[in-house]
Antibody
Framework: QVQLVESGGGVVQPGRTLRLSCAAS????????LHWVRQAPGKGLEWLAV????????YYALSVKGRFTISRDTSNNTLFLQMNNVRLDDTGVYYC??????????WGQGTLVTVSS | SYVLTQPPSVSVAPGETARITCGGN??????VHWYQQKPGQAPVLVVY???DRPSGIPERFAGSNSGNTATLTISGVEAGDEADYYC????????????FGGGTKLTVL
């Protein structure tokens, strides 16, 4: 079955860098687009970024464009989110998710990022 | 970018029918998807493409989409249905935005 396991979250100071990973298994990795979605404490879901199945195209929400970079490593079936210049409002649970079409069919369990000085 | 509007909360007694709306400008031209999220858990897809259900989702969950409103209808509500529900569309017209509604807290009285 499809498994998505995020890691790399933790406490980070404003302005610093953090890299999240999402280990994928149970499906053909290079067949699907993969996304990052976050949820601030007590708030709703916010889509952040997507990378196409072949890794050639990436799209970002305006809130993270220019600061975050999504990438994927096909040899290790892993999705990444490089977070640069983090801000207090980047605090939240970060999920990776798989879209066979335009809906999120599978989600990871999430990793918590806390931005605090 | 495209905006989806949901009521913050809906309350219903066990066994009754809950209707959660998702408003958007001409939303009927989009495929609308719905997610259930319980506290401390990842979201779960309960309806996709307006009205289809993934395997394992009970028939009590049904979706519809017309005009400017999409609706998730939960029939015979159970205590275990208490959760946050989010609608979502893909807006390909604006740089590939995947858009979520603000979420609706379903309370089972």
């Amino acid at each position: 079955q499809v498994q998505l396991v995020e890691s790399g979250g933790g406490v980070v100071q404003p302005g610093r860098t953090l890299r999240l990973s999402c280990a994928a298994s149970g499906f053909t990795f290079n067949k699907y687009g993969l996304h990052w979605v976050r949820q601030a404490p007590g708030k709703g879901l916010e889509w952040l970024a997507v990378i196409t199945n072949d890794g050639t195209k990436q799209y970002y929400a305006l809130s993270v464009k220019g600061r975050f970079t999504i990438s994927r490593d096909t040899s290790n079936n892993t999705l990444f989110l490089q977070m640069n210049n983090v801000r207090l409002d980047d605090t939240g649970v970060y999920y990776c998710a798989l879209t066979p079409e335009d809906y999120f069919e599978h989600w990871g369990q999430g990793t918590l990022v806390t931005v605090s000085s | 970018s495209y905006v989806l509007t949901q009521p913050p909360s809906v309350s219903v007694a066990p066994g009754e029918t809950a209707r959660i709306t998702c408003g958007g400008n001409y939303i009927s031209i989009y495929s609308v998807h719905w997610y259930q999220q319980k506290p401390g858990q990842a979201p779960v897809l309960v309806v996709y493409d307006d009205s289809d259900r993934p395997s394992g989702i009970p028939e009590r969950f049904a979706g519809s989409n017309s005009g400017n409103t999409a609706t998730l209808t939960i029939s015979g509500v159970e205590a275990g249905d208490e959760a946050d529900y989010y609608c979502q569309v893909w807006d390909s017209s604006s740089d590939h935005d995947w858009v979520f509604g603000g979420g609706t807290k379903l309370t089972v009285l």
